[in-house]
């Protein structure tokens, strides 16, 4: 395989040097799922997590009210409305 192509493991942040944040509202079933992949996903690897109410943030509402639950990883949007935990382990460098 081309050394381009070939996925180097040792680089790049560790999952523990990550933080997985979800943006997420009160009584919101997709949150709910979303969090239980995370909090599962997170735990295991050893990344952060950490949560944020969107109906608390003016900017997060403004930039996720139409997809939330948004997850965020190291503050970048990974994805919105369902987590998939396989690509999240992925992207976490699992």
């Not at 239980?36 to 608390?56: N, W």
């Not at 509402?61 to 382990?89: A, C, M, N, S």
């Amino acid at each position: 395989m081309s050394p381009l192509l070939r996925r180097d493991k040792n680089r790049g942040p560790k999952p523990a040097e990550r933080t997985v944040t979800l943006v997420a509202k009160p009584g919101c079933h997709l949150c709910d799922d979303a969090r239980e992949v995370i909090v599962r996903v997170t735990g295991e690897l050893g990344a952060s997590f950490e949560e944020k109410d969107i109906t608390q943030d003016e900017e997060l509402y403004r930039r996720y009210w139409e997809q939330i639950p948004v997850t965020l990883i190291d503050g970048r949007q990974h994805d919105f409305w369902r987590v998939d935990e396989k690509r999240l382990r992925t992207a976490l460098g699992a």
